[in-house]
């Protein structure tokens, strides 16, 4: 089918052209689900571009770039689309301006946990200044985008839920019953008790319900994504380097999770047009966080058919992106773990790494209640390995030292490792940190923060695949080649490192 839209370049936001956005909305395209919400003067009511519902005239509908910003501006959320049940943008990981640092903090909660000062503290900028930023570049401030997403978690507790709804006012980050009764009602123009009734007949397919409590919850979400998906290569990768204790593979992809509020149990399983995401949670106050650090983890806001336009233009790597339509970059949970496993994978295989986080895990760990065959641990925290490296890790003490250095410097909050960080600042911040060199510096970025623009062009791997595929794998020459590949590198990696042999162990497999 041709396209009928082109991709939107790195550097400018979709919603500010009208016209594009109109055609998207003219043609339902999906791919632009969640890019921007349009809405419609007439009815009151923000969709998403592909919502079924006959298409408006131009002349009466609008675009924002969040559902927090349609809403500020009165509309409420269409019942028949769920625009807020769609992938992010992905914009918010192409950009590394405040904006998006400021939208992932958001998305994981951290003004539900810290508050507005909190998220500016995190960021590095005066509450004012924040306001201000946030308004212009998404049309509503930080209290209107955390209230949006207050909003969607409760929506997903109330109709995946049988808590009682007092407490999936506070378990979503209300201040008060009245303060959820309100937002429900403008947001969703219903009531929170008709809004569970509405979705009581579709309980059955929606997978097992936890009993009401007040302390913790078993919910089955659907998570959407952007096709196509290569999902058997995104979970090979996860699964070769699943830490014994920690990850599980042999039922979908299961691991612990270290939340805000407790801890939590994920199993993933892909499914045709979106992800299965079964959580076990010890408080449902961390069902917005979990969410958001899985889709992360599985990079599921990409956007494959702009990746596909850039790096399909290549005559080397097209064969390739042909083949493997819907590359994924895996994420990470949890930025401590990664760092550390990071560490721990530096110029050794992926076995070899493996075993050694199985052993800080299984020395270290802390255990969570587990059925047979769930993963039963959860990752060491920093202060852990800080204390205790040197007598439970194996290998040249000089490695070791660094590690439990990076553990004591991150236990102690000198090194900050989080969404929102700032990308240079936090590469020089790891490269000043003992045993960390420019290629674990960039793994966590491309990792943590998401960044699609990360080439490890002096990964053995990533040069081996380039030769493969008859490229100069020199990283000088590489890195010249790469230019035609930006703002997407970190995907060309992961298609030269999947040309150097699918079973490869070394490379970018380093690090688990």
């Known amino acids: 089918m041709t396209q009928l839209i082109a991709p939107v370049p790195a550097n400018q936001s979709l919603w500010h052209d009208t016209e594009r956005c109109y055609r998207a909305v003219m043609s339902r395209d999906a791919r632009f689900d969640g890019q921007f919400i349009v809405a419609v003067r007439t009815t009151g009511i923000y969709c998403r571009p592909s919502c079924p519902a006959m298409t408006p005239k131009a002349r009466n509908v609008e675009f924002f770039p969040t559902s927090a910003a349609a809403q500020s501006r009165g509309y409420r959320a269409c019942r028949r689309c769920l625009p807020d049940a769609v992938p992010g943008s992905p914009e918010w990981n192409v950009r590394a301006d405040l904006a998006a640092r400021a939208m992932r903090l958001i998305a ?129 990768f996860l699964a070769a380097r699943a830490v014994p204790g920690v990850e599980d593979v042999t039922d979908g992809y299961r691991r612990t999770l270290r939340l805000p509020h407790g801890t939590g149990l994920v199993r993933l399983t892909p499914a045709e047009r979106y992800v299965q995401c079964d959580l076990r949670l010890t408080d449902v106050r961390d069902l917005g966080n979990a969410v958001a650090r899985v889709r992360r983890l599985l990079d599921l806001d990409a956007d494959p058919e702009a990746v596909r336009q850039v790096l399909g233009a290549d005559p080397a790597l097209a064969p390739l992106v042909s083949a493997i339509p819907g590359m994924r970059v895996p994420g ?54 800080a204390e205790h490296a040197t007598e439970v890790l194996r290998g040249p003490l000089r490695r070791i030292e ?8 991150i236990a102690s909050g000198d090194l900050d490792v989080h969404v929102g960080r700032e990308a240079a600042e ?40 380039a030769a493969a595929l008859g490229l100069d794998g020199t990283p000088a020459a590489l890195t010249a080649r790469a230019q035609a590949w930006r703002p997407w590198r970190s995907y060309a990696g992961m298609y030269l490192w999947r040309a150097s042999a699918p079973t490869s162990t070394k490379g970018i497999g380093q690090a688990p």
Request: net charge neutral; hydrophobic share 45%.
């Open 108 to 236: 994981d909660g951290t003004v539900e946990r810290e508050g507005v000062p909190g998220l500016a503290r995190r960021l590095g900028y005066s509450e004012r200044q924040l306001g201000r930023v946030l308004t212009a570049e998404l049309g509503a401030g930080p209290l209107a985008l955390a209230r949006a997403h207050r909003a969607h978690s409760a929506r997903l507790l109330i109709e995946l839920s049988e808590l009682p709804l007092t407490d999936v006012a506070f378990a979503a980050g209300f201040a008060s019953v009245r303060q959820f009764n309100t937002t429900i009602r403008e947001v969703f123009a219903t009531t929170p008790t008709q809004l569970r009734a509405a979705a009581a007949g579709k309980r059955e397919q929606a997978g097992p319900r936890d009993e009401p409590s007040a302390a913790g919850a078993r919910l089955t979400l659907r998570l959407p994504f952007r096709e196509p998906f290569d999902a058997d290569g995104l979970f090979a």
């Open 402 to 409: 660094a590690i439990r250095d990076v553990a004591t410097a």
């Open 426 to 465: 936090l590469r020089a911040e790891l490269l000043a940190a003992p045993g960390i060199g420019p290629w674990t510096a960039d793994y966590v970025l491309m990792r943590v923060l998401g960044q699609p623009d990360v080439l490890l062009d002096g990964d053995l791997a990533i040069r081996k695949g």
């Open 332 to 385: 990470a949970v949890d930025g401590t773990e990664l760092v550390l496993r990071a560490m721990l994978g530096q110029q050794v295989s992926v076995a070899a790494a493996r075993t050694a986080a199985g052993r800080l895990a299984s020395e270290l760990g802390e255990p969570v209640t587990a059925t047979d065959g769930e993963p039963g641990l959860l990752f060491p925290a920093a202060a852990a390995i």
